[in-house]
């Protein structure tokens, strides 16, 4: 294909398919948003557990991030432990039980590896913001809406 065929692209094919073109004046934004729920299980595990909950980056949009986004990398210590979980394609999210409230990292590495990685901090929440679902149960929400702002086109 001659790249001649796209006379109003302020930049080539080529260098759209190798994510280097940068275009001079030009932002591209993608909404995120990143945060946790939890629940608050009938009865305490064996391991002293009280809360189910879940640890998530997601679009704002119903939107693929695997397009820009090589990995995902949350790292917390839940009190007991060091943790660090890896997540190379969506879902980008962990569920996990507990019972203490922490703060966790939230790493964004890129495909192209001129944007360097961008981190996000966030305190899992175990109490409170506290809303009632449409079914009656009642479930810890606290996300997050952020922007991940880059000049390379491939974003």
């Not at 079914?135 to 810890?140: K, L």
């Amino acid at each position: 294909m001659s790249l001649a065929l796209f006379p109003w692209l302020p930049f080539s094919i080529l260098d759209l398919r190798m994510s280097v073109a940068r275009m001079v004046g030009v932002q591209f934004v993608k909404p995120i948003v990143y945060g946790n729920t939890a629940k608050v299980l009938d009865s305490i595990d064996e391991e002293g557990n009280t809360h189910e909950w879940t640890l998530f980056l997601r679009p704002y949009c119903d939107e693929d991030l695997s397009i820009f986004i090589k990995k995902v990398e949350f790292k917390y210590n839940d009190g007991y432990q060091f943790c660090r979980k890896v997540f190379e394609e969506p879902p980008y999210e962990i569920v996990e039980r507990g019972s203490t409230e922490f703060r966790v990292r939230i790493c964004m590495y890129f495909i192209d590896s001129n944007e360097k990685p961008v981190t996000v901090s966030h305190t899992l929440n175990l109490t409170e913001p506290l809303i009632t679902l449409e079914d009656g149960t009642a479930c810890v929400v606290g996300e997050y809406y952020d922007e991940i702002v880059s000049p390379l086109v491939c974003f």
